[in-house]
T-cell receptor
């Protein structure tokens, strides 16, 4: 069965902390997507990666193809990082299957 | 300029009615998608079109019918609305059907009463 699992489901941290969100998937894929859903509801694509590591500002995404695992890290977290972070994997015909999301709250 | 736009943003209607949601992208992308996000915030694909052709059709009731008049537009028509159709519907687009980043519209919150 094609599945995507995320952990933790909820994460609360103090401003400035280093954040890690994990994503595991069940079968080999071409690339993994990380998305951010703002409290207002909009969805933004953060990363799409097929190997190694990518960095945008304070956000870093890594993927281990052999272990079928990806992590999203946020350095020097800020209250504006509070959002739901969703990983998604394309299973068969590049159809995205989504994780259940991680609700991140950064407290000032 | 809005890359992927949806109308309306909010839609409140009664059970049994027929309604449409429109989506347009100005990115020149070939592929467009409809996703449904339920009350638990779980996203699931409904349909995907590539150059006006249907390529993904998930297990969605026949009451849902997508239409793509051209590759910049993908509309979703829903017949005989039911309470369970209440959700947020997101349109998205990508350059193609391969491993490409997807760009999401702002979502349409449908409430069926």
């Amino acid at each position: 069965k094609n599945e995507v699992e995320q952990s933790p489901q909820n994460l609360t941290a103090q401003e400035g902390e280093f954040i890690t969100i994990n994503c595991s998937y069940s079968v080999g894929i071409s690339a993994l997507h990380w998305l951010q859903q703002h409290p207002g509801g909009g969805i933004v694509s953060l990363f799409m990666l097929s190997s190694g590591k990518k960095k945008h500002g304070r956000l870093i995404a890594t993927i281990n193809i052999q272990e079928k695992h990806s992590s999203l890290h946020i350095t020097a977290s800020h209250p504006r990082d509070s959002a739901v972070y969703i990983c998604a994997a394309p299973f068969g015909n590049e159809k995205l299957t989504f994780g259940t999301g991680t609700r991140l709250t950064i407290i000032p | 300029d809005t890359a992927v736009s949806q109308t309306p943003k909010y839609l409140v209607t009664q059970m049994g009615n027929d309604k449409s949601i429109k989506c347009e992208q100005n990115l020149g992308h070939d592929t467009m998608y409809w996703y449904k996000q339920d009350s638990k915030k779980f996203l699931k694909i409904m349909f995907s079109y590539n150059n006006k052709e249907l390529i993904i059709n998930e297990t969605v009731p026949n009451r849902f019918s997508p239409k793509s008049p051209d590759k910049a537009h993908l509309n979703l028509h829903i017949n005989s609305l039911e309470l369970g159709d209440s959700a947020v519907y997101f349109c998205a687009s990508s350059p193609g059907t391969g491993a490409f980043e997807q760009y999401f519209g702002p979502g349409t919150r449908l409430t069926v009463t």
